[in-house]
């Protein structure tokens, strides 16, 4: 190997050298100073040109490499010893910096900085596995500076004693948020309370808005002592019922219109929202019989009081108000085991700020009250003010109600009497069995009866009972039961002012005629009561001995003139009794002037056969001779009465054929 020492070499147009070669300086501005070998240079080394290294490996400096202006690296520069750790410029305007062999950082063309990736999302970007970015403080605090450098503002990220802190300017950068170490997450208050703890000295508030175009939004605010839920033009809903919320039943809406509705929300109760202010629903099927879940709205609970009151209130009412106008409450009576209690209505007549007066209660027993805390019966109405009526009113739209003479009424009048009271020109009526029984029409006329027989009736008080409506009954009983004697009496009935006018008046059903008549002038008139008149019609041959004038004289009684009801039989000359009473008879004999001197006549009865001798009459001359006798008999219904005669000889009795001839007769009526 050749190895040439120089000491200064001056290069114009061209040295070569080969071997080694030191060279103390060399000075080359012209032209080429190529070296085959080593050049190993103990001073400077100034090259005004470039240098060119061809076919050359590696550099090796001893000592500090410095370049006075670029360095040109085609890729990228390593570390010696380790290859994987290198300097690289893998792209045009891309500067990178690997370890083990990988990527680590990167500036790309855009100035971002990349750690981790090779695509930018931000000037800044990492990524990792696990905790990616560190930024450690000293001093008790490690921050992190923000800053808008169009407008010099500030904000800094901050943890400080374990709180993760976000601070902005304004009150000296004063925390705006803080998350703790226990995870509650403070806005505007560095000691939450909860989770979520939001303060202001203004009014706080948490806004919900929807970015699609129509900006809807929701607020949550604390306004003073108030708390605000605020929603959009919509209506605001309530959903629970499931642990991962959105498969949870809705269970409460709140109409933009201010409805509120509650409850079921699921098929015919999706889409039918009811019209009133408060709505409540439930699912089908609902319950057919009570129990307490079935209730669609519960007051109470385990408090309990004696005389308590769970009131719902009614009405107008303000904040400087103590009552409302009107309420419904339920009272506990008894507070003992699950307790029980009446239910009671309240209302107030004037316009103060007055408690309601209750007006109608409902007891635990059923019973309801109207002016009353303590109803008797199962409805029960009372009047508190003295000499006041108390009463029921029913009135319709034929009646009206505009005033207090309407209608149909029940009232108890101020002195205590009762009324019944029908205040149209229309009919009272009375049923029982689902029947009338009893009508008061408007002329003030009584009927008792059905609807038919009531319809019209043609006196002041009338009773008319339908065929088989009183069968074996009468249609009216007055009867006085008053033991003590002088104190027990019939009927008082009051006729008319003169003769025509009937006082008493019994006629018959069927054909109207008149059985029973009181004059106003107290004549009584029985025009059917029995009577009977009959005569012998022509003279009769009288044998002597005792008999039925009917075996004596035969069956010529015949000329009748009265036979009032047909009992008397004049083929059989025999009166038979159509009812049990006391009758009175009369039998008049009569002879001519045949019958001998010295000879008797007797007029005799026959009741059912048995002879009844009531005295006979003797004469002691020849001529006519004349007998009657009278009796009063009580009769049942069908006995019989004939007419009998005893003589002491025969003769003959005198007859005729007209009401003038009536000699020898036989008479009798019904005395009663």
């Known amino acids: 190997m050749a190895l040439t020492k120089v000491q200064t070499i001056g290069i114009e147009t061209g040295v070569s050298l080969t071997g080694v070669t030191t060279v103390t300086t060399l000075n080359a501005s012209t032209d080429t100073l190529s070296v085959g070998g080593t050049v190993n240079f103990g001073g400077n080394v100034s090259i005004a040109g470039t240098l060119t290294y061809e076919d050359v490996t590696n550099i090796d400096s001893v000592g500090i490499i410095t370049a006075r202006s670029d360095i040109s690296i085609a890729d990228k520069i390593i570390h010696t010893g380790d290859t994987n750790t290198a300097i690289r410029f893998p792209a045009a305007d891309t500067f990178t910096v690997e370890t083990g062999g990988s990527e680590r950082v990167r500036i790309d063309s855009s100035g971002n900085l990349l750690i981790g990736t090779t695509s930018a999302t931000s000037e800044l970007t990492v990524r990792g596995s696990g905790t990616v970015a ?159 879940a079935a209730c669609y709205l519960h007051i109470g609970n385990a408090e309990s009081t004696l005389n308590g009151l769970y009131p719902i209130g009614f009405g107008f009412s303000i904040s400087d108000k103590t009552h409302v106008p009107a309420y419904i409450a339920y009272k506990t009576i008894d507070s003992a085991g699950a307790e029980h209690g009446d239910l009671l209505f309240a209302t107030r007549n004037v316009t103060t700020d007055t ?40 009135t319709n739209a034929g009646t009206g109600e505009s005033n207090d003479s309407q209608g149909f009424q029940l009232k108890v009048g101020g002195d205590g009497h009762a009324e019944l009271a029908q205040m149209e020109n229309s009919n009272l009526r009375i049923f029982t069995n689902a029947i009338e029984r009893l009508r008061i029409v408007s002329t003030g006329r009584v009927a008792i009866g059905n609807d038919t027989n009531n319809a019209s009736p043609t006196a002041l008080f009338q009773v008319k009972a339908a065929d088989g409506e009183a069968a074996d009954l009468y249609v009216g009983v007055f009867e006085n039961l008053e033991a003590t004697a002088g104190q027990s009496y019939g009927v008082n009935i009051r006729a008319g002012s003169n003769n025509t006018d009937h006082g008493l008046r019994v006629r018959n059903k069927a054909n109207d005629a008149t059985h029973f008549l009181v004059s106003g002038a107290g004549q009584v008139t029985k025009p059917l009561q029995t009577a009977f008149m009959a005569a012998l019609n022509q003279n009769g041959s009288l044998t002597s001995g005792i008999g039925k004038l009917s075996s004596k004289v035969g069956n010529s009684y015949t000329n009748v003139t009265l036979n009032t009801g047909n009992c008397y039989n004049s083929s059989t000359t025999t009166f038979t009794a159509p009812v049990d009473g006391v009758y009175v008879f009369s039998n008049q004999i009569s002879s001519s002037s045949d019958m001998p001197a010295n000879s008797y006549l007797g007029a005799e009865f026959y009741k059912n056969g048995s002879r009844i001798s009531c005295g006979w009459r003797r004469s002691h001359s020849q001529g006519y001779q004349r007998v009657t006798a009278n009796i009063i ?35 009798g009526y019904l005395l009663h």
């Open 134 to 292: 560190a930024f450690e403080g000293t001093g008790g605090s490690s921050s992190i500076l923000l800053k808008d450098v169009d407008d010099g503002s500030l904000a800094y990220i901050v943890v400080n004693g374990g709180n993760f802190d976000i601070q902005t300017s304004g009150s000296s950068y004063s925390t705006k948020l803080r998350v703790t170490p226990a995870g509650l997450v403070g806005i505007g208050e560095n000691a939450p309370d909860n989770l979520l703890h939001i303060k202001s000295t203004d009014t706080p508030a948490i806004e919900l808005e929807q970015d699609d175009g129509t900006s809807y939004k929701g607020l949550i605010k604390l306004a003073g002592n108030d708390l605000e839920i605020r929603g959009s033009s919509g209506q605001m809903e309530f959903y629970n019922g499931s642990q991962d919320g959105d498969s949870s039943a809705l269970r409460m809406v709140i109409q933009n219109s201010g409805r509120l509705h509650i409850g079921d929300r699921t098929n015919q109760n999706a889409t039918n929202f009811s019209t009133a202010s408060v709505n409540i629903s439930k699912t089908d099927d609902i319950a057919t019989s009570f129990n307490k």
């Open 355 to 394: 408690e309601p007066t209750e007006r109608l209660r409902i007891s635990s027993a059923g019973y309801m009250g109207l002016g009353t805390g303590s109803p008797r019966r199962h409805f029960h109405i009372h009047e508190s003010a003295s000499g006041t009526t108390v009463g029921l009113q029913m």
């Open 633 to 667: 008999l009580s009769l049942s219904a069908n006995d019989t009465v004939e007419p009998g005669v005893e003589s002491a000889e025969g003769g003959t009795l005198n007859g005729g054929s007209t009401t003038l001839a009536q000699y020898n007769h036989f008479l």
